[in-house]
């Protein structure tokens, strides 16, 4: 009996600790269990958000980037449009500047004429006057004869 009564006891003791673990510890334990399954499941989710915010990113950099290089392409051509309008106006401008330069020194050119038609001028009526000076011998007055000198200058 001894032994059967010491099964009976140790089956009591084994049933009132299962009854025990089953309300006071298995609760606990689930609670804990389920908890940590959450917090997976959230860090799950969150990763697999993360993944998706990283590749909208990375999708978002790439049309930002090739935007950038389209916009850099514009300003490229933009500046050479301008560079070549810049030195086609340069060049007008140059050329107007060697019309006005050729236009005055035409213009210098002729009065430089005109001087040196007058000098040829006034130099002939002097050899003239000089010359009929020696043909009369004698001196001839500047004064009285200048309408003649005029007259002669505007001749020549």
């Known amino acids: 009996m001894s032994f059967n009564l010491t099964l009976i006891a140790q089956a009591l003791t084994f049933a009132l600790f299962i009854w025990f673990t089953v309300k006071v510890v298995w609760p606990f334990m689930l609670r804990a269990i389920e ?4 917090t997976i499941a959230d860090g799950l989710a969150a990763a697999e958000q993360g993944h998706r915010s990283l590749e909208a990113s990375r999708r978002q950099a790439g049309e930002a980037i090739e935007q950038s290089r389209e916009r850099a392409g514009e300003i490229l051509a933009q500046a050479e449009k301008r560079a070549a309008q810049m030195l086609d106006e340069a060049k007008q401008a140059a050329r107007a500047e060697g019309e006005r330069e050729k236009a005055a020194a035409k213009a210098e ?12 001028r006034d130099h002939v009526a002097a050899l003239a006057v000089a010359g009929a000076e020696k043909i009369l011998r004698r001196e001839v007055d500047a004064k009285a004869h200048a309408e003649l000198l005029d007259g002669i200058k505007k001749q020549l």
């Open 109 to 120: 050119i002729q009065q430089e004429v005109s001087r040196a038609r007058e000098q040829l």
């Open 35 to 38: 908890a940590r399954q959450k």
